[in-house]
Protein backbone atom coordinates (compact mmCIF):
# COMPACT_ATOMS: atom_id res chain seq x y z
CA UNK A 1 0.00 0.00 0.00
CA UNK A 2 1.28 3.22 -0.66
CA UNK A 3 1.92 6.37 1.23
CA UNK A 4 2.56 9.62 1.16
CA UNK A 5 4.91 10.88 3.96
CA UNK A 6 5.42 14.50 4.37
CA UNK A 7 8.43 16.71 6.18
CA UNK A 8 10.18 19.44 6.96
CA UNK A 9 7.59 22.12 8.57
CA UNK A 10 8.50 24.07 10.73
CA UNK A 11 8.61 27.42 12.82
CA UNK A 12 10.77 29.97 10.49
CA UNK A 13 10.77 34.03 10.93
CA UNK A 14 9.34 36.01 7.81
CA UNK A 15 11.81 36.20 5.35
CA UNK A 16 13.30 32.70 6.03
CA UNK A 17 13.29 29.48 3.80
CA UNK A 18 12.28 25.79 4.37
CA UNK A 19 12.12 22.95 2.18
CA UNK A 20 9.10 20.52 2.44
CA UNK A 21 9.81 16.52 1.88
CA UNK A 22 7.05 14.48 0.17
CA UNK A 23 8.26 10.84 -0.27
CA UNK A 24 6.10 7.89 -1.74
CA UNK A 25 6.75 4.96 0.20
CA UNK A 26 5.57 1.48 -0.65
CA UNK A 27 5.56 1.81 -4.53
CA UNK A 28 6.99 4.36 -6.73
CA UNK A 29 5.07 7.15 -7.85
CA UNK A 30 2.16 6.13 -10.67
CA UNK A 31 0.13 9.45 -10.59
CA UNK A 32 -0.12 11.69 -13.35
CA UNK A 33 1.42 14.71 -10.62
CA UNK A 34 2.19 15.61 -7.20
CA UNK A 35 1.22 18.97 -5.54
CA UNK A 36 1.37 20.90 -3.02
CA UNK A 37 -1.47 22.15 -0.76
CA UNK A 38 -2.07 24.32 2.27
CA UNK A 39 -4.68 24.61 4.64
CA UNK A 40 -4.66 27.64 7.18
CA UNK A 41 -6.97 28.06 9.95
CA UNK A 42 -10.26 28.74 9.51
CA UNK A 43 -9.71 28.50 5.65
CA UNK A 44 -10.65 26.14 2.95
CA UNK A 45 -7.76 23.97 1.27
CA UNK A 46 -6.21 25.56 -1.12
CA UNK A 47 -3.40 24.41 -4.25
CA UNK A 48 -0.25 25.89 -4.11
CA UNK A 49 2.18 24.10 -6.60
CA UNK A 50 2.05 20.77 -8.74
CA UNK A 51 4.74 19.23 -10.74
CA UNK A 52 4.47 16.62 -13.49
CA UNK A 53 6.16 13.26 -12.15
CA UNK A 54 6.89 12.47 -15.81
CA UNK A 55 8.32 15.84 -17.80
CA UNK A 56 8.74 18.20 -14.67
CA UNK A 57 6.41 20.63 -15.97
CA UNK A 58 5.19 22.55 -12.98
CA UNK A 59 2.37 25.08 -11.98
CA UNK A 60 2.25 27.54 -9.19
CA UNK A 61 -0.88 29.53 -7.55
CA UNK A 62 0.43 33.22 -8.07
CA UNK A 63 0.77 34.20 -4.42
CA UNK A 64 3.62 31.63 -4.62
CA UNK A 65 5.91 32.42 -8.04
CA UNK A 66 8.88 33.82 -7.51
CA UNK A 67 9.51 32.32 -3.75
CA UNK A 68 8.41 28.79 -4.23
CA UNK A 69 9.92 25.88 -5.75
CA UNK A 70 8.52 22.66 -6.40
CA UNK A 71 10.91 19.89 -8.02
CA UNK A 72 11.33 15.72 -8.07
CA UNK A 73 13.52 13.55 -7.39
CA UNK A 74 13.25 9.60 -9.39
CA UNK A 75 15.93 8.27 -7.17
CA UNK A 76 14.27 8.84 -3.94
CA UNK A 77 10.62 8.72 -5.08
CA UNK A 78 10.46 11.98 -3.35
CA UNK A 79 9.23 15.86 -4.44
CA UNK A 80 9.93 18.88 -2.65
CA UNK A 81 8.41 22.16 -2.21
CA UNK A 82 11.84 25.22 -1.36
CA UNK A 83 9.73 27.98 0.05
CA UNK A 84 11.80 31.15 0.12
CA UNK A 85 10.86 34.70 1.38
CA UNK A 86 8.37 33.35 3.23
CA UNK A 87 5.49 35.73 4.69
CA UNK A 88 3.38 35.38 7.80
CA UNK A 89 0.12 34.59 5.65
CA UNK A 90 2.08 31.02 4.38
CA UNK A 91 1.41 29.66 7.85
CA UNK A 92 -0.67 26.88 6.90
CA UNK A 93 -0.57 22.71 7.27
CA UNK A 94 0.77 21.84 3.83
CA UNK A 95 -0.13 18.56 2.35
CA UNK A 96 0.88 16.63 -0.71
CA UNK A 97 -1.25 14.80 -3.06
CA UNK A 98 -0.93 12.18 -5.82
CA UNK A 99 -3.05 13.74 -8.56
CA UNK A 100 -4.57 12.70 -11.99
CA UNK A 101 -5.75 15.77 -13.14
CA UNK A 102 -3.85 18.82 -14.19
CA UNK A 103 -2.76 21.10 -12.84
CA UNK A 104 -4.42 20.24 -9.92
CA UNK A 105 -7.09 17.99 -9.58
CA UNK A 106 -8.41 14.75 -9.03
CA UNK A 107 -6.46 14.15 -6.10
CA UNK A 108 -5.97 10.06 -5.29
CA UNK A 109 -3.95 9.98 -2.03
CA UNK A 110 -3.34 12.50 0.35
CA UNK A 111 -0.57 12.91 2.70
CA UNK A 112 -0.44 13.46 6.84
CA UNK A 113 0.38 17.41 6.40
CA UNK A 114 3.22 19.25 8.00
CA UNK A 115 3.05 22.29 9.77
CA UNK A 116 4.70 25.58 8.33
CA UNK A 117 4.18 28.39 11.02
CA UNK A 118 5.92 31.91 10.05
CA UNK A 119 6.60 34.24 12.71
CA UNK A 120 6.33 38.15 11.94
Known amino acids: QVRLVESGGGLVQAGGSLRLSCKAS????????VGWFRQAPGKEREFVAS????????YYQDSVKGRFTISRDFAKNTVYLQMNSLKPEDTAVYYCAALQGWPNSDPQLWGQGTQVTVSS
Open 26 to 33: GRTFSSYA
Open 51 to 58: VRWYGGYT
